[in-house]
């Protein structure tokens, strides 16, 4: 069965997508791209050092591995529209996560600042993933203004703490006509099967595998686990009830049998 997850005009066996912050070494990377299976990643430009030989995250990265520079810093549209041009003109291609986030406390995105750079950006031929919050009607916008995709967070970033907003996730995933990729706050393998079950179409990930004792080791946790809820999802789910049902008869053998 052909089940290739389209972005754009790319299509992608992989429905993990990894980030490149937080780990002890850079060199790390290609073996968490390679266990984990991921065909996407992210990473700042404000990381990338383009006058540096050595010292350059870029040497870590495959180059079959689709770049999705994000605007890490942003904190209104404009700035990550010049972020997102930048990067286009540095050659880091016209794949663009949209961060836009002026809260430094809760670093939650703001919607109407992503709203805004997602239809300038897309307009100029960008391939546009913005980071919301699960708002259901700002999703519905960044349709509108154009988004290849929607990334809303299953709980604050950097935190860990699984799908806090399953229920607004799931309104988002049955709604929205366009890929919805979990991004943010996923802690365990089991968190990424679930989002995939719900009908998630991909999930990203980074501090989870890079706050990990073997990163490494949990980069291969989560490719396995995205592919089975993927599964999952694709079998369909078995339907839930309110009180036992036997999978067996419980009548009718051991009568026979007395008889």
Not at 190 to 213: K, P, Q, V, Y
Request: hydrophobic fraction near 45%; charged fraction near 25%; glycine fraction near 8%.
């Amino acid at each position: 069965m052909c089940d290739k997850l389209v972005i754009g005009d790319k299509q992608l066996d992989s429905r993990l997508f990894v980030g490149t912050g937080k780990y002890s070494n850079d060199a790390l990377i290609p073996e968490i791209i390679e266990k984990s299976g991921a065909q996407v990643i992210t990473v700042a430009l404000r990381r990338i050092d383009f006058e540096s030989q050595t010292d350059n995250i870029l040497n870590y990265i495959p180059k079959h591995v689709q770049l999705l520079p994000n605007t890490s810093g942003a904190r209104n549209a404009k700035e990550a529209i010049r972020i997102a041009r930048l990067a286009r003109a540095a050659g880091c291609g016209n794949w663009i996560k949209i961060e836009v986030i002026s809260d430094n406390k809760y670093l939650l995105p703001d919607g109407v600042e992503t709203i805004k750079a997602t239809e300038v950006l897309a307009s100029e031929g960008f391939v546009v993933l913005p980071y919301i919050s699960p708002d259901l009607m700002i999703a519905k916008k960044l349709v509108e203004a154009g988004a290849a995709a929607v990334m809303p967070l299953g709980a604050p970033i950097g935190t860990n703490r699984g799908l806090k907003t399953k229920e607004l996730l799931r309104i988002l995933i049955d709604e929205i006509p366009l890929p919805v990729i979990v991004d943010a706050g996923i802690g365990k393998p089991s968190d990424a099967c679930e989002a995939m079950e719900m009908g998630a179409a991909a999930c990203l990930l980074n501090t989870a595998i890079a706050s990990a004792r073997d990163p490494v080791m949990m980069a291969a946790a989560f490719g396995e686990a995205i592919r089975a809820g993927r599964k999952a999802y694709l079998a369909g789910l078995g339907s839930t009830a309110k009180y036992a049902r036997a999978s067996s008869p419980l009548t009718g053998f051991l009568d026979e049998m007395a008889e």
